[in-house]
């Protein structure tokens, strides 16, 4: 705008040469004067400027920039455990990182410490609130902003733990949340399930857990805001039975079991885990070598052992003669002649010379020649005299022996016959 917008004697917007003319510039909302043209300062910024009227036509211009924004500072601070309370948006737009123009509303988000909640806020739009979320409408001013944390009282709640079938109660661990009685925990707690069914029972599912479908043993419970109830429910398991095949050789029979089976299973079946005692019947004259299948196969014994496992099984055991047992027979003689022969030279399976208890054997004597037999000892027959004799092995080593002596002869003297007179005549 142009003050005067005359020169006296002239028309509107006209001017005599020499005429000062005052201008006077108008920004839009939000613009300001960045320079002029033809004007007595056109660096200047000013909305109003000066021009003297030159002697001819004369333009004048203004020029306008966009307004730099008024930006102030947002403080934001907290009491108590958390942090200081986060801005959204971050800055207004052409302002610096947390400040903000003249009414921009701004999103306050506060973070409690675990354990801590919100007990209120300072100059917000709500400072009674206990929210974690609150809102300020930026002042023309600097400003701060605060948010309050308290220690939140710890709220447990009951878990009750119950079961279906035959076992125990699920076992919870941990037994208890910090701060809590037992049985009891705070929302979002982690809690470990263990089931124990009863011998032959299995888990046939689970109820208020997080896999209510699981059959383990095992399962968890993320804790809720209030008393919950978890159970696990158990069946009856299957009987499963296994065949125990028992087998031999040598010559003796298979070994027995005892129990001769699992309860619930046939005869020769069992379920796994199942201790058997297996005896075994050697045959005259045989013993047990070894095991096969067993808890011990190196044992030599007629009794054994084996835990059923769980697939069909085979158990065995071998029998092998038992070794005789030999013993040394030694023959001597005093006097002239040999020891004593034997007959048998040795039972079978023995040394020559040895012989298993009970061997009947015979003795034959050869005395030198005009030597006899006198007598024996350690025979069945110690008087005789004859050349030939017996004994009967015993259960230890033996000594048989022939005594030897010189025979007797026997003399005849002869007799001289008389001269016998004739007979008479």
């Known amino acids: ?163 279906s079938g035959q076992g125990s109660d699920p076992a919870a661990s941990p037994n208890k949340s910090a701060g809590c009685s037992a049985g009891q925990y705070v929302a979002g707690e982690s809690i470990t399930l263990t089931a124990t069914p009863a011998t032959g029972w299995n888990v046939a599912g689970w109820g208020g857990t997080n896999n209510d479908a699981g059959t383990a043993t095992t399962n968890t419970v993320t804790m809720p805001a209030a008393a919950h109830i978890v159970t696990v429910a158990y069946e009856s398991a299957p009987i499963l039975c296994y065949t125990l095949t028992r087998s031999h050789s040598g010559q003796g029979s298979d070994p027995l079991a005892s129990p001769n089976k699992s309860t619930g299973c046939s005869a020769g079946q069992y379920v796994a885990g199942e201790s058997i005692t297996l005896t075994a019947t050697p045959a ?56 004593p022969a034997a007959s048998p030279n040795k039972s079978a399976g023995c040394g020559a010379g040895q012989y298993v208890a009970g061997e009947s054997i015979t003795l034959t004597a050869t005395p030198a020649a005009g030597w006899r037999v006198a007598g024996w000892s350690g025979t069945n027959d110690d008087a005789g005299t004859a050349n030939t004799n017996s004994v009967i092995m015993p259960t230890t080593n033996h000594a048989a022996s022939v005594t030897y002596e010189i025979a007797r002869f026997l003399l005849y003297t002869p007799v001289a016959l008389a001269a016998s007179a004739p007979p008479a005549r």
């Open 1 to 163: 705008m142009a003050t005067p917008t005359l020169s006296a004697g002239c028309g509107a917007g006209q001017y005599v040469a020499g005429e000062s003319i005052t201008l006077t510039a108008t920004p839009a909302t939000g613009w300001n004067v960045a320079g002029w043209g033809g004007t007595n300062n056109d660096a200047g910024t000013a909305t109003t400027n000066t021009v003297t009227m030159p002697a001819a036509n004369h333009t004048v211009s203004v020029t306008y920039q966009p307004a730099a924004p008024a930006c102030y500072t947002l403080t934001r601070t907290h009491t108590g455990q958390g942090n200081n309370p986060v801005a959204t948006p971050t800055l207004s737009a052409g302002c610096g990182a947390g400040q903000y123009v003249t009414g921009e509303s701004i999103t306050l988000t506060a973070t409690p410490a675990t354990g801590w909640n919100v007990a209120g806020w300072g100059g917000t739009n709500n400072d009674a609130g206990t929210a974690t979320t609150n809102t300020v409408t930026m002042p023309a001013a600097a400003h701060i902003v605060t948010i309050a944390y308290e220690s939140a009282p710890i709220l447990c709640y009951t878990l009750t733990r119950n079961h």
């Open 284 to 339: 005259a004259g045989w013993r047990v070598a070894g095991w096969g299948g067993t808890n011990n196969d190196a044992s030599t014994a007629t009794m054994n052992t084996i835990i059923m496992p769980s697939a069909p099984h085979d158990t065995s055991v071998a029998y092998e003669p038992v070794p005789p047992m030999c013993f040394t027979l030694t023959r001597n003689h005093s006097g002239q002649g040999s020891d």
